[in-house]
Protein backbone atom coordinates (compact mmCIF):
# COMPACT_ATOMS: atom_id res chain seq x y z
CA UNK A 1 0.00 0.00 0.00
CA UNK A 2 1.40 3.58 -1.21
CA UNK A 3 -0.19 6.74 -0.65
CA UNK A 4 -1.37 8.08 -4.25
CA UNK A 5 0.70 11.16 -5.37
CA UNK A 6 -1.35 14.85 -5.48
CA UNK A 7 -4.66 13.25 -4.10
CA UNK A 8 -4.37 13.51 -0.41
CA UNK A 9 -5.82 10.78 1.73
CA UNK A 10 -6.06 8.61 -1.21
CA UNK A 11 -4.26 4.99 -1.09
CA UNK A 12 -3.06 2.66 -4.01
CA UNK A 13 -3.54 -1.03 -2.93
CA UNK A 14 -1.72 -3.71 -4.98
CA UNK A 15 -2.50 -7.14 -4.31
CA UNK A 16 -1.60 -10.07 -6.16
CA UNK A 17 -3.76 -13.89 -5.44
CA UNK A 18 -2.30 -16.93 -5.85
CA UNK A 19 -4.54 -19.67 -6.27
CA UNK A 20 -4.21 -23.26 -6.32
CA UNK A 21 -5.86 -24.68 -9.77
CA UNK A 22 -6.46 -28.96 -10.07
CA UNK A 23 -7.69 -29.75 -13.77
CA UNK A 24 -8.78 -33.10 -14.98
CA UNK A 25 -7.48 -33.61 -18.51
CA UNK A 26 -9.22 -35.81 -20.76
CA UNK A 27 -6.97 -36.98 -23.70
CA UNK A 28 -9.90 -39.00 -25.77
CA UNK A 29 -13.14 -41.07 -24.86
CA UNK A 30 -11.22 -44.54 -24.24
CA UNK A 31 -8.57 -42.42 -21.92
CA UNK A 32 -8.87 -41.82 -18.15
CA UNK A 33 -8.14 -38.24 -16.92
CA UNK A 34 -4.69 -36.92 -16.12
CA UNK A 35 -5.01 -34.29 -13.16
CA UNK A 36 -2.57 -31.03 -13.66
CA UNK A 37 -2.37 -29.26 -10.97
CA UNK A 38 -0.51 -25.51 -11.16
CA UNK A 39 -0.98 -22.18 -9.88
CA UNK A 40 -2.89 -19.44 -11.42
CA UNK A 41 -2.14 -15.51 -10.75
CA UNK A 42 -3.87 -12.64 -10.84
CA UNK A 43 -3.18 -8.36 -9.64
CA UNK A 44 -5.49 -5.93 -8.87
CA UNK A 45 -5.29 -2.46 -7.61
CA UNK A 46 -7.36 -0.57 -6.15
CA UNK A 47 -7.41 2.94 -4.69
CA UNK A 48 -9.07 3.83 -1.78
CA UNK A 49 -9.60 7.25 0.37
CA UNK A 50 -7.67 6.38 4.18
CA UNK A 51 -7.93 10.04 5.01
CA UNK A 52 -4.49 11.24 6.85
CA UNK A 53 -2.88 10.50 9.76
CA UNK A 54 -0.65 13.35 10.53
CA UNK A 55 0.79 11.68 13.75
CA UNK A 56 4.16 9.64 14.43
CA UNK A 57 3.26 6.13 15.77
CA UNK A 58 5.75 4.07 17.63
CA UNK A 59 5.01 0.81 18.89
CA UNK A 60 6.96 -1.21 21.84
CA UNK A 61 8.01 -4.22 19.44
CA UNK A 62 10.89 -2.09 17.82
CA UNK A 63 14.20 -3.35 17.82
CA UNK A 64 16.22 -1.08 19.66
CA UNK A 65 19.86 -2.29 18.84
CA UNK A 66 19.64 -1.46 14.98
CA UNK A 67 17.93 1.12 13.28
CA UNK A 68 14.00 0.21 13.02
CA UNK A 69 11.73 0.65 9.92
CA UNK A 70 9.32 2.50 12.90
CA UNK A 71 11.83 5.08 12.89
CA UNK A 72 11.85 5.75 9.36
CA UNK A 73 7.97 5.24 8.63
CA UNK A 74 7.17 8.78 10.69
CA UNK A 75 3.45 8.70 9.34
CA UNK A 76 0.50 6.60 10.63
CA UNK A 77 -0.45 4.82 7.30
CA UNK A 78 -3.85 2.89 7.82
CA UNK A 79 -3.44 -0.80 7.02
CA UNK A 80 -5.21 -2.36 3.83
CA UNK A 81 -7.43 -5.70 4.78
CA UNK A 82 -8.59 -7.85 2.01
CA UNK A 83 -11.90 -10.54 2.79
CA UNK A 84 -11.98 -13.37 0.01
CA UNK A 85 -15.58 -15.24 -0.73
CA UNK A 86 -14.06 -19.28 -1.60
CA UNK A 87 -13.35 -18.85 -5.48
CA UNK A 88 -15.42 -20.23 -7.82
CA UNK A 89 -13.82 -21.93 -11.39
CA UNK A 90 -15.99 -20.84 -14.36
CA UNK A 91 -13.99 -22.07 -17.53
CA UNK A 92 -10.65 -23.65 -18.23
CA UNK A 93 -9.08 -24.21 -21.79
CA UNK A 94 -5.71 -25.63 -23.19
CA UNK A 95 -3.87 -23.29 -25.37
CA UNK A 96 -0.55 -22.91 -27.31
CA UNK A 97 2.07 -20.58 -25.67
CA UNK A 98 2.88 -17.82 -26.54
CA UNK A 99 6.77 -17.69 -27.29
CA UNK A 100 7.94 -15.98 -24.18
CA UNK A 101 5.04 -17.09 -21.34
CA UNK A 102 6.73 -15.62 -18.71
CA UNK A 103 7.19 -12.09 -19.82
CA UNK A 104 4.88 -9.75 -17.71
CA UNK A 105 4.41 -12.53 -14.72
CA UNK A 106 5.14 -12.21 -11.49
CA UNK A 107 7.86 -13.73 -9.15
CA UNK A 108 6.05 -16.79 -7.60
CA UNK A 109 6.97 -16.59 -4.12
CA UNK A 110 9.32 -19.49 -2.45
CA UNK A 111 6.67 -20.76 -0.09
CA UNK A 112 4.13 -21.38 -2.83
CA UNK A 113 6.91 -22.99 -5.10
CA UNK A 114 7.41 -25.01 -2.04
CA UNK A 115 4.10 -27.15 -2.70
CA UNK A 116 4.76 -27.75 -6.06
CA UNK A 117 8.43 -29.45 -5.39
CA UNK A 118 9.80 -26.30 -5.87
CA UNK A 119 9.44 -26.59 -9.81
CA UNK A 120 8.00 -24.88 -12.15
CA UNK A 121 8.94 -25.06 -15.85
CA UNK A 122 8.22 -22.87 -18.14
CA UNK A 123 11.09 -22.86 -20.81
CA UNK A 124 10.03 -25.19 -23.96
CA UNK A 125 6.44 -25.57 -22.83
CA UNK A 126 3.91 -25.97 -25.56
CA UNK A 127 0.71 -26.11 -24.36
CA UNK A 128 -1.03 -23.97 -20.93
CA UNK A 129 -3.80 -24.15 -19.36
CA UNK A 130 -6.12 -21.00 -19.11
CA UNK A 131 -8.66 -20.66 -16.55
CA UNK A 132 -11.35 -18.54 -15.59
CA UNK A 133 -12.25 -17.58 -11.74
CA UNK A 134 -14.96 -16.11 -10.29
CA UNK A 135 -13.73 -13.96 -6.88
CA UNK A 136 -15.39 -11.90 -4.50
CA UNK A 137 -13.52 -9.67 -2.64
CA UNK A 138 -13.95 -6.46 0.08
CA UNK A 139 -10.86 -4.22 0.27
CA UNK A 140 -11.01 -2.04 3.49
CA UNK A 141 -8.84 0.53 4.72
CA UNK A 142 -8.27 0.41 8.67
CA UNK A 143 -6.96 2.87 10.53
CA UNK A 144 -6.52 3.59 14.74
CA UNK A 145 -9.07 6.12 15.53
CA UNK A 146 -8.69 7.80 18.85
CA UNK A 147 -11.53 7.90 21.30
CA UNK A 148 -11.15 10.66 23.88
CA UNK A 149 -13.34 9.90 27.51
CA UNK A 150 -13.21 12.31 29.92
CA UNK A 151 -13.04 11.31 33.75
CA UNK A 152 -13.27 13.08 36.47
CA UNK A 153 -12.40 12.81 39.78
CA UNK A 154 -15.05 12.19 42.40
CA UNK A 155 -16.23 15.58 44.53
CA UNK A 156 -19.10 16.10 46.72
CA UNK A 157 -21.20 18.74 45.32
CA UNK A 158 -21.38 21.61 47.28
CA UNK A 159 -24.77 23.21 46.24
CA UNK A 160 -28.51 21.32 45.50
CA UNK A 161 -28.96 20.74 42.19
CA UNK A 162 -32.03 22.05 40.29
CA UNK A 163 -34.39 19.41 39.41
CA UNK A 164 -35.93 19.90 35.90
CA UNK A 165 -38.69 17.99 34.28
CA UNK A 166 -36.93 17.00 31.49
CA UNK A 167 -36.68 13.50 31.09
CA UNK A 168 -32.75 12.75 30.47
CA UNK A 169 -33.39 9.86 28.00
CA UNK A 170 -35.76 11.96 25.80
CA UNK A 171 -32.74 14.96 26.15
CA UNK A 172 -30.06 12.47 24.91
CA UNK A 173 -32.22 11.01 21.79
CA UNK A 174 -32.27 14.82 20.39
CA UNK A 175 -28.79 14.95 20.72
CA UNK A 176 -27.79 14.26 16.92
CA UNK A 177 -25.02 12.09 16.95
CA UNK A 178 -21.36 13.17 16.72
CA UNK A 179 -20.22 10.70 13.49
CA UNK A 180 -17.29 13.37 12.35
CA UNK A 181 -15.82 13.93 16.12
CA UNK A 182 -15.41 9.69 16.25
CA UNK A 183 -14.06 9.15 12.19
CA UNK A 184 -11.95 10.65 9.56
CA UNK A 185 -13.57 13.10 7.48
CA UNK A 186 -15.35 11.76 4.08
CA UNK A 187 -13.84 12.51 0.70
CA UNK A 188 -15.69 15.64 0.19
CA UNK A 189 -15.31 17.24 3.83
CA UNK A 190 -11.28 17.08 3.63
CA UNK A 191 -10.70 19.69 1.40
CA UNK A 192 -9.48 17.24 -1.44
CA UNK A 193 -12.30 17.72 -4.17
CA UNK A 194 -11.22 19.43 -7.57
CA UNK A 195 -12.82 22.74 -8.23
CA UNK A 196 -15.65 22.89 -10.47
Excluded at 24 to 29: A, H, L
Excluded at 124 to 146: E, P, S
Excluded at 149 to 166: G, L, R, W
Amino acid sequence: MEPVSFNKGFYSVDMTFFFDVCVDIFCGPMLGATTIRGVAIFNKKVILYGSEGNVKVFSSDGNTDDLDAQSWSCRAMPKATVQIAEPVGLTAQICECPPHPCDGCCRIPDCICKRYGNDFQVDGVQRAVYVTIGLFTIVQIVRNVQLLIPAYDFCIPEKECVATSDDPCELFRRIEFPTDEFFPPKVGECGCEKPR
